[in-house]
C-alpha cells in the first residue's frame, strides 16, 4: 500500500493465494487513500496515475531451489517451557500458532519467510526450508489478479526452466509482462539466451532482472555494486528485453547508477506503467523515438527494491496497522469500516474525519511511512 501511493509500477508478492489476496487488498486501499489524499490538504500526495489504475501485481516462482523461497520450521518439542515466545509476537503474518503441534510450530500457508522468527529465537531452533513455488500450485481462480509473473532462475537451469515455462502456458493469457530474475555465473549469458529461445514467441515485454547479492541491499550500501556490475554485462550482451538491477539495490543505487551514465530518462518505469496493458509492447514504440530505442539496450529500465525497500517501513508497519484498524475492520478501506453496512452518506464523513491518518499527515505514521517510501521511489522517477 505504501509503494503504490509512493508511484511504483510494480509490486512482486509469492506465488500464493493468501498473499495474492492481501496484496491485492494493499493495492486496492492504495487506490482508496489517494483519492482521499488529492484534495487541497495534501497537494503532494495527488497521484494522478494511481486514482486511474493500480501498480500491477507480480508474483514469483522458482524453477529450482533458491534463497528467495523458504518456510520456517521448528519442532515445538524442542522450545523450553520457559521461553516467551519471542517467535510469535515478531511473526507478522501470525504464522506461529503454538496449538498447531502438526505444523511444528509454522502454520505453512501463513509464513512468508521473512527471517524475522529465526533471528529471535534464543536457541536457534527455527530453520528455514526451501519452498518450490509451482504454477499448478496456484489458484486458478486467482489468476486474473495477478498481471505479471518473475521466474527466479539459475544459470544451467534449462530443463527445470522448461519444464516450468510448460506450466505456466495457461497463465500467458493473464499476463502482461514476463520477469526473468538470475544471479551471475561466468555461463549466464549464454544461459539466458537459451532462455529466449525457449520463450519465443513472448507476447509481451520482458524484463532481465539482474540478481547481483540475492536479499542483502539493506546490509550496506556496498551491496548495490554487484547488481549494476550483473546490470551491465547484460546491457553489454544486447539481449531482447529490459535491464533492471535487483538483489542488492538500496538508497545507493540511482546515484551509482547516475555516475555511470545508466538511467534511461525517458524509458522509465513509469512510462510501463502509464500504458494500458492492452497498449503494451506496441506503445513503447510508438511513444519512443528512435534515439530512445537505441538506448534501451545501454541503459537500466529500471530498479527492483526488495529488502532495502522493506527496511525502510518495517518499523513503521505496526503502527500505521494501528492507525487503519478503527477504518479497516476486518475489510479494505474502500469497504465499509468494521464490516458493517453503513450509508454511503455516513461512510464518506467517517472518512473525512480530522483524526483520520490520512488527515494529519504530518504527524501520523502513515504519513511518516509515505514520506519513507517516496523518498525511495522518486530518487528513480525525478533521476
Ligand atoms: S519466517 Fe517470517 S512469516 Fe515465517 S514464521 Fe518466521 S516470522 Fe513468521
Ligand atoms: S523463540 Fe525459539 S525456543 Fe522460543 S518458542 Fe520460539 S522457536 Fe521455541
Request: with cysteine; net charge negative; glycine share 8%.
Amino acid at each position: 500500500m505504501l509503494y503504490a501511493l509512493a508511484g511504483v509500477d510494480c509490486i512482486d508478492v509469492a506465488a500464493d493465494g493468501a498473499v495474492v489476496a492481501a496484496a491485492r487488498r494493499g493495492l486496492d486501499d492504495a487506490v482508496w487513500i489517494a483519492g482521499h489524499l488529492s484534495d487541497r490538504k495534501a497537494p503532494r500526495w495527488n497521484n494522478h496515475s494511481l486514482r486511474s489504475h493500480a501498480p500491477w501485481l507480480m508474483v514469483s516462482l522458482n524453477d529450482s531451489e533458491d534463497p528467495h523461497f523458504r518456510k520456517a520450521y521448528f519442532d515445538v518439542g524442542h522450545c523450553p517451557s520457559d521461553c516467551d515466545r519471542p517467535c510469535a509476537s515478531i511473526c507478522p503474518t501470525a504464522a506461529i500458532q503454538f496449538q498447531a503441534v502438526n505444523c511444528g510450530g509454522v502454520v505453512e500457508n501463513l509464513c512468508y519467510g521473512c527471517g524475522r522468527c529465526i533471528a529471535v529465537c534464543p536457541i536457534k531452533t527455527i530453520e528455514a526450508r526451501p519452498h518450490l513455488a509451482s504454477p499448478t500450485a496456484f489458484p486458478t481462480t486467482q489468476l486474473s489478479q495477478i498481471d505479471a509473473v518473475e521466474i527466479h532462475t539459475q544459470t544451467g537451469h534449462q530443463s527445470q526452466f522448461e519444464q516450468l515455462w510448460r506450466q505456466l502456458q495457461p497463465w500467458m493469457p493473464y499476463l502482461k509482462l514476463v520477469s526473468i530474475s538470475c544471479p551471475d555465473h561466468d555461463q549466464v549469458v549464454p544461459y539466458l539466451r537459451d532462455l529466449c529461445t525457449l520463450m519465443a514467441p513472448l507476447g509481451v515485454p520482458l524484463i532481465w532482472q539482474t540478481d547481483g547479492r540475492p536479499m542483502s541491499g539493506d546490509l550496506g550500501k556496498g551491496t548495490t555494486h554487484a547488481a549494476i556490475r550483473l546490470a551491465q554485462k547484460i546491457l553489454a550482451a544486447g539481449l531482447p528485453g529490459y535491464v533492471q538491477p535487483a538483489g542488492g539495490t538500496n538508497g545507493y543505487t540511482v546515484s551509482k547508477l547516475t555516475e555511470l551514465g545508466l538511467i534511461n530518462n525517458s524509458l522509465s518505469a513509469s512510462h510501463l506503467s502509464n500504458c494500458q496493458s492492452s497498449e503494451l509492447p506496441s506503445s513503447l514504440a510508438l511513444r519512443l523515438d528512435p534515439e530512445d530505442l537505441g538506448s534501451i539496450h545501454d541503459r537500466i529500465a529500471g530498479i527492483a527494491y526488495g529488502s532495502y525497500a522493506r527496511s525502510q517501513v518495517m518499523p513503521l508497519l505496526d503502527a500505521i496497522d494501528h492507525e487503519l484498524q478503527p477504518w479497516l475492520g476486518n475489510a479494505s478501506l474502500n469497504q465499509f469500516p468494521n464490516g458493517q453496512w453503513v450509508s454511503p452518506r455516513s461512510q464518506a464523513a467517517a472518512f473525512d474525519a480530522a483524526d483520520a491518518p490520512w488527515r494529519r499527515l504530518d504527524e501520523s505514521a502513515l504519513g511518516q511511512g509515505l514520506a519513507l517510501s517516496q523518498g525511495l521511489v522518486n530518487q528513480l522517477k525525478s533521476a
